[in-house]
């Protein structure tokens, strides 16, 4: 019973606006309509095997007509009565087996003697599933049978030329518009009964019709990497989501330094020190990011560990060990800018409106330092305060803790939170996977999967 409701509540692909099955979907997944002829042979089959059974009947008939047409009951002897009837027994329970296993058959896999033979089966032509058998099989069968009251007329109307009379061109005729069947060609298509290569094909073309890889944006690096100094976090640990310090805007072989506060200091120890001037790189291969040491297990507040830039604004590998000391200050030749308004977390002017739209339509703004996505996320202990953002996702692809998205001065960044079915950046027809724990500098139009969810970056 739980299994009917499903089935009716579920949604039917290949239907036009009206709730009638659209012909393009059933030939997009690979499904041909049975020839005519092979249609007739089928049918041809199936009544020599009929009239075959009958045979016995037959036999028995002119004892049926002698005794129906008798005045006394010597015309027929007791021998005969009792083979008269044997026959006429035989005969009928055959004819009823037959006729029912045939209907059963129909109803429940689409297919009978003949379509076995000649490579048919039959669907119900909007679900492309097995027909039924009250509808599919004993509806059909009844207008069938019910063509024969009008000898020879109506069985060449609704077997022979109805079909020819199909809008659609499916060979569908009167019989088959009662029962909502559609015969398919096994030999040269698809077999709707093969339950794999019907469920990729049906996989296929929905992924074929939700393609949006023209409409996404560039992964290139951009060429204006000007900028505030922006917190950017690198990994997640049991003491918090570590980050690092990127300097953005420095000249060329300039960059600056920042050191993790001590335990328990206030907000300004965590401030940048002076900046510092670093030896210009040879090599054209950009450098790697310096490796941070997460904060203590003790540590009373959560504070930004050291990282130098590394001349890729996009993405910054996990730390893996504490930061060289930075080297002794150097003189500024321009004067400092003016004071910009702070960020949230005071490192650099405030950012635009930061919105990220579901594939449900639902938008979510990115205020204050940023949001964590999932099922049912939690904070980290001794991590920032983000703001716990949970959507439903019936089929648990999306983890309970999955991503996060961070604002920092000028940058916006995605990290993946170590989740189970991970995430990925689509950007100018590319889709990037994204490590555990990898961060990414978002654009705007940029579009995040997260497990099998999609959300859009709006920024502006």
């Known amino acids: 019973m739980i299994w009917e409701i499903d089935e009716e509540t579920r949604t039917i692909e290949g239907l036009d606006e009206h709730g009638r099955p659209r012909p393009e979907y059933a030939a997009s997944l690979g499904l041909t309509p049975a020839p005519y002829g092979r249609r007739a042979l089928a049918t041809a089959i199936e009544v020599g095997v009929y009239v075959v059974l009958l045979l016995p009947m037959f036999g028995a008939l002119p004892g049926i007509l002698a005794i129906a047409t008798a005045t006394s009951r010597t015309v027929v002897g007791g021998g005969d009565l009792v083979l008269i009837i044997v026959l006429a027994a035989v005969s009928s329970l055959l004819t009823t087996a037959f006729v029912i296993v045939q209907l059963a058959l129909h109803g429940r896999r689409g297919v009978t003697l003949g379509k076995a033979i000649m490579g048919i089966r039959s669907v119900n032509v909007r679900t492309l599933e097995r027909p039924g058998f009250w509808r599919?099989?004993?509806?059909?069968?009844?207008?069938?049978?019910?063509?024969?009251?009008?000898?020879?007329?109506?069985?060449?109307?609704?077997?022979?030329?109805?079909p020819f009379f199909d809008t659609e061109r499916r060979g569908r005729g009167w019989a088959d518009l009662a029962g909502a069947t559609w015969f398919v060609d096994v030999r040269s298509g698809l077999n709707p009964y093969d339950a794999k290569r019907m469920r990729i094909a049906r996989k296929t073309v929905a992924t074929e019709l939700a393609d949006v890889r023209s409409e996404l944006p560039s992964l290139a690096t951009p060429a204006d990497q000007s900028g505030a100094m922006a917190y950017i976090p690198t990994s997640r640990s049991s003491g918090g989501v570590l980050g690092a310090v990127r300097g953005e805007g420095a000249p060329a072989g300039e960059s600056a330094a920042y050191a993790p506060a001590a335990v328990g200091s206030d907000a300004a120890a965590a401030r940048p020190q002076a900046p510092v001037t670093s030896a210009p790189i040879?090599?054209?291969?950009?450098?790697?990011?310096?490796?941070?040491?997460?904060?203590?297990?003790?540590?009373?507040?959560?504070?930004?560990?050291?990282?130098l830039p590394d001349g890729d604004a996009d993405a910054v590998a996990p730390a893996a060990a504490e930061a060289a000391p930075a080297p002794a200050p150097a003189r500024r030749t321009t004067a400092p800018a003016a004071a910009a308004p702070a960020s949230p977390n005071g490192d650099g002017p405030p950012l635009q409106t930061v919105v990220v739209t579901l594939d449900t339509g639902e938008d979510i703004s990115v205020d204050g330092l940023g949001i964590l996505i999932g099922r049912d996320p939690a904070l980290v202990p001794n991590g920032p305060a983000l703001r716990l953002v949970a959507i439903?996702?019936?089929?648990?692809?999306?983890?309970?803790?999955?991503?996060?998205?961070?604002?920092?001065?000028?940058?916006?960044v995605v990290i993946d939170l170590g989740s189970t079915n991970g995430s990925a950046l689509l950007r100018d027809g590319a889709e990037r996977t994204l490590g555990p724990h990898e961060q990414v500098a978002l654009r705007n139009g940029d579009t995040i999967r997260l497990g099998d969810r999609h959300a859009r970056i709006r920024i502006g």
Not at 284 to 289: D, L, R, T, Y
Not at 392 to 399: F, G, I
């Open 392 to 412: 439903a996702d019936p089929t648990k692809s999306v983890s309970k803790t999955h991503l996060a998205i961070v604002r920092s001065g000028t940058a916006v």
């Open 282 to 307: 040879a090599s054209s291969v950009p450098q790697a990011p310096a490796a941070v040491r997460p904060p203590s297990s003790g540590a009373s507040g959560w504070v930004p560990p050291r990282l």
């Open 136 to 162: 599919g099989a004993v509806v059909r069968a009844l207008v069938l049978w019910a063509s024969f009251v009008v000898p020879l007329i109506g069985p060449l109307l609704v077997i022979a030329l109805s």
